[in-house]
T-cell receptor
């Protein structure tokens, strides 16, 4: 009965490879997010989807491509991985814009290590 | 865009004493201010939040205060316990503007000394 789940939990890969991270929420929320937490613990939003529609797209290299097949799932595909992509990637969800229910529920994170 | 500054970056407190973490924000339209706690190796979790129409909110040992004029808000933890040791993040957003982007502060690592 996990609220927000991510797979995989750990991902170790070489520079230049392409990898994907998957996220699912069973809270019935309309909005999902991807955050990147770097080695200094700084949490920065990357993307947000509301009902499968992209609503936030921060200044992120276009090697990162999110995809939301339905409102319960949000995936992140990363092409041509670089050393600087090493971080913990968190998925989160919330009820959605305009609802006043702003709490964001975070997934357990995916620790990506690029060697 | 919004900019959130958080101080201090590290804080050590004797068990039983109080801890205070302060944040300032730049966007006067921000109206929602949550605080998240992240234990080592775990996910961030909401511990308390406050909206701009309220000056203070309490939940047991945790309280948050907001000064809209000065654009700063603070987290107060009283009677600290070892399980309060974690990284705490403040954040700000424009709730109900149709784009609830949370901008996080840089985090405060709180250590409770037994």
């Amino acid at each position: 009965d996990t609220a927000v789940s991510q797979t995989p939990k750990y991902l170790v890969t070489q520079m230049g490879n392409d990898k994907s991270i998957k996220c699912e929420q069973n809270l019935g929320h309309d909005t999902m997010y991807w955050y990147k937490q770097d080695s200094k613990k700084f949490l920065k939003i990357m993307f947000s989807y509301n009902n499968k529609e992209l609503i936030i797209n921060e200044t992120v290299p276009n090697r990162f491509s999110p995809k939301s097949p339905d409102k319960a799932h949000l995936n992140l595909h990363i092409n041509s991985l670089e050393l600087g992509d090493s971080a913990v990637y968190f998925c989160a969800s919330s009820q959605g814009p305009g609802t006043g229910l702003d709490e964001q529920y975070f997934g357990p994170g995916t620790r990506l290590t690029v060697t | 865009g919004e900019n959130v500054e958080q101080h201090p970056s590290t804080l050590s407190v004797q068990e039983g004493d109080s801890a205070v973490i302060k944040c300032t924000y730049s966007d006067s339209a921000s109206n929602y201010f949550p605080w998240y706690k992240q234990e080592l190796g775990k996910r961030p979790q909401l511990i308390i939040d406050i909206r701009s129409n309220v000056g203070e909110k309490k939940d047991q040992r945790i309280a948050v205060t907001l000064n809209k004029t000065a654009k700063h808000f603070s987290l107060h933890i009283t009677e600290t316990q070892p399980e309060d040791s974690a990284v705490y993040f403040c954040a700000a957003s424009r709730s109900n503007f149709g784009n609830e982007k949370l901008t996080f502060g840089t985090g405060t690592r709180l250590t409770i000394i037994p």
